[in-house]
């Protein structure tokens, strides 16, 4: 056996990324024991970590096989922190299959590392040569899933729970994807058994209530859809300080409630007409939000005050998220609450329609969605929603126009197509309190799945979403109204990935529209906005 004190070195040596230390020590301990698996995991891996892929590949597989029926090095290697290039660890991986391609322990860790990186179709490439085994397929469905082949997905999700009935995982998965399809029935009775199967695990539970909230059944899907609070391991919200759900009639009197913002700017643009309910029952209402929403919460009626700062929050006697909110007032689709009357500074309203181009049909552009990293697959779900403005060409082709650009982050960047003039404020923006002001002088928005939805149906303003295939929950399944915001169309893909005949459809509704206010027609807003005096 090796030097305990030699493999502590060279696993320290390894964490600091001294990876020639980090060989040396290795080195020093197989002197102790040649057979280690562990001396030689580590020295695989400091090699490996200096790009000697060739060099590193047998030292690894011989670790390998000294350790039968563990993960094998090569994912160790794709975990070393700080993390290295995604193109040294996936070389290291193919080094290693080419000399032992019969691994299937080590097939699927490769094919599982792609997919965490986003290389869905390199991880299905991988596994066409995997064994017909339930891990193998279950990889499979969800590297057909990041290509939106949602089909094929299902088919792989259907063999994986076939060999082994009881994949909690596999199922969750297969009832995500038959939701896709719209196959509500069959998606829910698949979460059903995951959920069986894994109830401590709260993915399920939250998977289940979004395919049940797609298919409108909403009060079977809000109490599910709390587990999302527990999916980080630390509850969000402490055992007993929960806003409770709420009867006709009950009353929040001297109560203080801590309404909280999670994760999108549009979930609480969405849910904020709630916050007057609960000031109408009593309560003195508190939220606690990003300083980007500061100004427009001021705005709405009811919200007695906006922190922004943790150590700021006052005293408060319950907490609730913003998407509890529903939960906490049993909506359905036929009681959901109208669009609280934000009052938006007609000074700032003043202040920006003198950027604002003159002539023509007034509308607002947002072409990609806000982009979130440190959300476990939000990446490949921002790929999905966001269209890029070169899928716009159809709707930039419309005469009588001017468009003004509503787009925040990098995608802003993105180059203007040939002859088309795009009006961009954006640089100038603070908060949603200025954009809100930009669209209440637009006459129309026309965006993907983002906030700037949410902030436009807020203030009244005509909307055309531009859905992606897989859309979220709140746009429902076949429909192209909505029950949240009045003016708002949806225009959804026809088929995963495919912008042009939503496009198409959006563009010649936009003509329509154009045309009609050539003829002296001026699109109005669904509902006027208030001013504060």
Same mark, same amino acid.
């Given at each position: 056996? %090796?030097?305990?004190?030699?493999?502590?070195?060279?696993?320290?040596?390894?964490?600091?990324?001294?990876? /020639?230390?980090?060989?040396?020590?290795? /080195?020093?301990?197989? !002197?102790? +024991?040649? %057979?280690?698996?562990?001396?030689?995991?580590?020295?695989?891996?400091a090699?490996?970590?200096?790009?000697?892929?060739?060099?590193?590949?047998?030292?690894l597989?011989?670790?390998?096989?000294?350790?039968?029926?563990?993960?094998?090095?090569?994912?160790?290697?794709a975990?070393?922190?700080?993390?290295?290039?995604?193109?040294?660890?996936?070389?290291?991986?193919?080094?290693?299959?080419?000399?032992?391609?019969?691994? +299937?322990?080590?097939?699927?860790?490769?094919?599982?590392?792609l997919?965490?990186?986003?290389?869905?179709?390199?991880?299905? *490439?991988?596994?066409?040569?995997?064994?017909?085994?339930?891990?193998?397929? /279950?990889?499979?469905?969800?590297?057909?899933?990041?290509? *939106?082949?949602?089909?094929?997905?299902?088919?792989s999700?259907?063999?994986?729970?076939?060999? *082994?009935?009881?994949?909690a995982?596999?199922?969750?998965?297969?009832?995500?994807?038959?939701?896709?399809?719209?196959?509500?029935?069959?998606?829910?009775?698949?979460?059903?058994?995951?959920?069986?199967?894994?109830?401590?695990? #709260?993915?399920?539970?939250?998977?289940?209530?979004?395919?049940?909230?797609?298919?409108?059944?909403? *009060?079977?899907?809000?109490?599910?859809?709390? %587990?999302?609070?527990?999916?980080s391991?630390?509850?969000?919200?402490?055992?007993?300080?929960?806003?409770?759900?709420?009867?006709?009639?009950?009353?929040l009197?001297?109560?203080?409630?801590?309404?909280?913002?999670?994760?999108?700017?549009?979930?609480?643009?969405?849910?904020?007409? =709630?916050?007057?309910?609960?000031?109408?029952?009593?309560?003195?209402?508190? %939220?606690?939000?990003?300083?980007?929403?500061?100004?427009?919460?001021?705005?709405?009626?009811?919200?007695? !005050?906006?922190?922004?700062?943790?150590?700021?929050?006052?005293?408060?006697?319950?907490?609730?998220?913003?998407?509890?909110?529903?939960?906490v007032?049993?909506?359905?689709?036929?009681?959901?609450?109208?669009? #609280?009357?934000?009052?938006?500074?007609?000074?700032?309203?003043?202040? $920006?329609?003198?950027?604002?181009?003159?002539?023509?049909?007034r509308?607002?552009?947002?072409?990609?969605?806000?982009?979130?990293?440190?959300?476990?697959?939000?990446?490949?779900?921002?790929?999905?929603?966001?269209?890029?403005?070169?899928?716009?060409?159809?709707?930039?082709?419309?005469?009588?126009?001017?468009?003004?650009?509503?787009?925040?982050?990098?995608?802003?960047?993105?180059?203007? #197509?040939?002859?088309? &003039?795009?009006?961009?404020?954006?640089?100038?923006?603070?908060?949603?309190?200025?954009?809100?002001?930009?669209?209440? @002088?637009l006459?129309?928005?026309?965006?993907?799945?983002?906030?700037?939805?949410?902030?436009?149906?807020?203030? @009244?303003? #005509?909307?055309?979403?531009?859905?992606? =295939?897989?859309?979220?929950?709140? $746009?429902?399944?076949?429909?192209?109204?909505?029950?949240?915001?009045?003016?708002?169309?949806?225009?959804?893909?026809?088929?995963?990935? &495919? $912008?042009?005949?939503?496009?198409?459809?959006?563009?010649?509704?936009?003509?329509?529209?154009?045309?009609?206010?050539?003829?002296?027609?001026?699109?109005?807003?669904?509902?006027? /906005?208030?001013?504060?005096?």
């Amino acid at each position: 056996m %090796a030097s305990p004190e030699l493999l502590a070195a060279a696993a320290r040596l390894l964490s600091s990324a001294a990876w /020639h230390q980090a060989e040396a020590a290795a /080195h020093a301990a197989l !002197a102790d +024991d040649p %057979a280690d698996a562990e001396a030689m995991r580590l020295l695989g891996l400091a090699v490996a970590a200096m790009g000697e892929h060739a060099r590193a590949a047998p030292i690894l597989n011989q670790a390998a096989a000294a350790r039968a029926g563990a993960d094998h090095p090569c994912a160790d290697f794709a975990r070393l922190q700080p993390p290295l290039p995604r193109t040294l660890v996936a070389r290291q991986f193919r080094a290693c299959l080419r000399l032992t391609p019969t691994d +299937d322990l080590l097939r699927l860790g490769f094919a599982a590392f792609l997919l965490d990186t986003g290389h869905g179709g390199e991880a299905e *490439n991988i596994l066409q040569d995997g064994p017909d085994s339930a891990a193998c397929h /279950h990889l499979r469905g969800l590297a057909r899933a990041e290509q *939106n082949q949602f089909v094929l997905a299902a088919e792989s999700f259907r063999r994986a729970v076939a060999l *082994n009935p009881d994949a909690a995982a596999s199922w969750s998965n297969l009832g995500m994807v038959l939701k896709v399809e719209g196959r509500f029935a069959e998606s829910i009775a698949a979460h059903d058994r995951a959920v069986a199967l894994g109830a401590s695990d #709260p993915r399920y539970r939250v998977n289940r209530a979004v395919a049940l909230l797609k298919a409108g059944r909403w *009060n079977q899907a809000w109490g599910d859809y709390e %587990a999302r609070l527990d999916l980080s391991g630390v509850p969000l919200v402490e055992a007993g300080r929960l806003m409770p759900s709420l009867r006709p009639g009950d009353r929040l009197t001297g109560l203080t409630i801590l309404a909280l913002h999670e994760d999108g700017f549009g979930d609480t643009l969405q849910f904020m007409r =709630y916050l007057p309910l609960l000031a109408a029952r009593g309560a003195r209402v508190v %939220a606690y939000v990003p300083p980007p929403l500061v100004r427009l919460l001021q705005a709405v009626p009811g919200v007695a !005050a906006v922190v922004t700062d943790r150590r700021r929050v006052p005293a408060h006697d319950f907490v609730c998220p913003m998407f509890s909110l529903p939960r906490v007032f049993g909506t359905t689709m036929g009681s959901i609450p109208p669009v #609280p009357d934000v009052a938006i500074d007609p000074a700032l309203v003043r202040h $920006w329609a003198g950027r604002l181009p003159i002539g023509g049909l007034r509308v607002g552009l947002v072409w990609a969605g806000q982009a979130r990293p440190s959300l476990p697959g939000f990446g490949t779900l921002d790929r999905r929603r966001s269209a890029g403005l070169a899928a716009f060409q159809p709707v930039l082709d419309v005469a009588g126009v001017s468009f003004i650009s509503l787009q925040a982050g990098p995608p802003a960047r993105q180059a203007r #197509p040939p002859g088309v &003039d795009i009006a961009n404020p954006m640089p100038e923006v603070a908060d949603f309190a200025d954009t809100a002001a930009i669209v209440a @002088g637009l006459d129309l928005v026309i965006s993907v799945d983002t906030s700037v939805v949410h902030l436009a149906g807020l203030i @009244g303003k #005509p909307v055309f979403l531009l859905d992606r =295939y897989d859309g979220c929950w709140r $746009w429902l399944s076949g429909r192209r109204d909505s029950p949240w915001y009045q003016g708002l169309t949806i225009f959804r893909q026809d088929q995963p990935g &495919d $912008w042009s005949g939503a496009m198409a459809r959006a563009a010649a509704s936009l003509e329509a529209m154009a045309m009609f206010r050539g003829l002296g027609f001026r699109p109005g807003s669904m509902r006027e /906005h208030a001013f504060v005096a």
